[in-house]
Structures are given as structure tokens and as C-alpha cells.
């Protein structure tokens, strides 16, 4: 399912059950890149669902998305292009653990 996504536009023509298998998916790439280089695992766990049904709804970027201090921000930092570079998080070169207006339109600030 993670292969089909690269933007939150994809979300919006999924099935409740491939949801479900996508946001098992993302758990899994959350749980094993942050294993591998730290982060904030259990709160970024917990706003799976959360992630994947805002972006469902509203049209981001268009409709700004504020994530309580960035340690949500996993899942939608996955979402929204950035699942082929979430083994960089944290990394140097790598990406933000937390919303970065210069790496994607969808992050409405930075932390």
C-alpha cells in the first residue's frame, strides 16, 4: 500500500480496508526507522489513524495541518512524499523528526 502513496491526493481514493493495511504499513516504517536512529515513537504511533484521516478529508496543503510540537508529525511526513527518505530521519542530510516548511508545502511551520 506505502508505494502507492506519495501525496495525500492518493489517500482520498482508498478503500476503509486498504487504510487499515496502509496505516499497519506506516507503523512498521515508524517503528523500524526509529529503532534504527531514534525519535519519538510512541506519540507518532498513536496519530496514525489520526494523520491518515485528516489528510483524507481536508485538502492540504491548502488546509494547514498544526502538529502539537512535531512529535506527531511522522506519519504525515510519510503521507506527504517523503516515505522514500524516512530512513534519513534524523540523519545528517536526512530529514526533519519534526515539520520543516522546507522540506514539503504541507508543513505549515517549523519546530
Known sequence: ???RVRSPADLRGLAAGE???LAAEIRELIVETTARH???TAPNLGTVELTLALHHVFDTPR???VWDVGHQCY??????GRAGRFGTLRQPGGISGFPKRSESEYDAFDT
Open 63 to 65: 488546509d494547514r495541518i
Open 19 to 21: 487504510m487499515t493495511a
Open 75 to 80: 506519519a504525515h511526513k510519510i503521507v506527504t
Open 1 to 3: 500500500m506505502l508505494e
Open 38 to 40: 531514534g525519535g519519538h
